[in-house]
């Protein structure tokens, strides 16, 4: 029998009568705010598309709360959870693992329980290297263009100097936070911050091969630009990538130039 959940015709195979049901697995997300996430939508069609009895909801922690999360995902038989701002950091000391990636980068995203035994993941630095990849772009040797020095710059900065890029320049607004993240990861190559200035973007764009945008500048329709986006244009050869998963104004500007876009 089929049956459609969510808008996917599914081959009703595991459901019998009722999906969810007793034997239905347990996925989620936890941050705050997570009412804007999209995760629990795609994660369940792909479940259901990959005909696998499971489901993936969001889990919107206080951050009071954080210290209690891990047993209760072992007490209620969670499989496994993401992790979104603003828990990426602070939920390591509650782990009882975690691969060494996601130490070095001090940042997990994705958590496995297995037997009671919590392990903590970063996938933020690969799937970037993989979304890379696809697109036949190699990092090594090539200059990149960081824009911001949160979470996801330094999961970015960290797996680009371990893939042989050749510097990182790592602009942000706070310029104090960008030097503190450059100290946390010179030992694992050439990088070094700057300020998020006009003249100096300028120049990068014209020394570098990537630029990727890690901001959340581009999320919201009203947001100003993080620089004078016509300064891409001084190089034809740039890869401009945004980690916000839509066609943001930034890459916009790009495509008006030819340059090669990828999103988030
Ligand atoms: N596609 C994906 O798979 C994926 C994965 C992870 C994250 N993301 C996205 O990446 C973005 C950043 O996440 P995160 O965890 O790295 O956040 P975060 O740790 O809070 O860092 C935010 C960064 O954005 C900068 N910023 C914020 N508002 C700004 C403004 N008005 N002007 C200039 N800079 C500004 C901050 O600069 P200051 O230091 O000056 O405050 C900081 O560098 C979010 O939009 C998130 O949704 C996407």
Known sequence: ??????????????LDKFFPNGKTSVY????????HSVSPYMQTQAFLKLKINAIYVPFEVQRGDISQVINSL??????????????KEVILPYLDEIDQDALNI???????????IARGFNTDAPGFILALKEENISVKNKNVIILGAGGTAKALAYILLKEKAKSIFLVNRTLEKAKKLEDSLKKYGNIKSYPLKNEILKDLIKQSDILINTTSIGLKKDDPPLFNYNFLKENKNLVVVDVIYFLTPLLKKAQEFSLKTIDG
């Open 28 to 35: 989620g997300i936890i941050g705050n705010p997570i009412s």
């Open 106 to 116: 001090g940042s997990v995203n994705t958590i496995k329980i297995e037997n009671k």
């Open 74 to 87: 072992k007490t209620l038989n969670i499989k496994g959870i993401n992790v979104t701002v603003p828990y």
């Open 1 to 14: 029998m089929k049956i459609k959940i969510m808008g996917t015709i599914v081959q009703n195979n595991f």
